[in-house]
């Protein structure tokens, strides 16, 4: 049960960090969707974890080159769905509101990507496999 309630969570703060998003792009002082593109990053942030922990077989090592590799790519990839809306606002294709609710929506949406992994990532009975 805990695993559903946690769940509900998860989902409940992945609605707030999208609206974030939303608000930034269709308030009518904005009107602007080219933050929109931020979530390709949300969709592609979780791939080098994927392949890092498919290639990697021997979970007792501390580190391996692969996991590092996957991180290393992940801080990339979070980092340039922060920049890019500030890079937006910055040559004035986005209002700096704007660019406020997008990086706040950045924010909740990837501590809800890495909640997701904190809870349902340990290999127990009730992990992310199932869903």
């Given at each position: 049960?805990?695993?559903i309630k946690a769940l509900v969570l998860l989902?409940?703060?992945g609605a707030i960090g999208l609206t974030f998003l939303m608000l930034g792009c269709a308030l009518e002082d904005y009107g602007v969707y080219w933050p929109l593109f931020v979530l390709m990053f949300h969709a592609v942030s979780p791939i080098p974890h994927f392949?890092?922990?498919r290639v990697t077989y021997d979970s007792d090592a501390t580190s391996s080159a692969c996991r590092e590799l996957a991180y290393?790519?992940?801080t990339g990839i979070v980092v340039s769905?922060?920049?890019?809306?500030?890079?937006?606002a910055r040559v004035a294709v986005i209002k700096w509101g704007a660019c406020g609710l997008?990086?706040?929506?950045?924010?909740?949406?990837f501590l809800t990507i890495q909640?997701?992994?904190l809870v349902f990532?340990?290999?127990d009975d009730f992990s992310w496999e199932q869903w």
């Open positions: 049960m805990a695993g989902s409940f703060s392949i890092a922990k290393f790519f992940t769905a922060f920049g890019f809306p500030v890079i937006l997008v990086l706040a929506g950045n924010a909740v949406i909640g997701f992994f990532g340990r290999g």
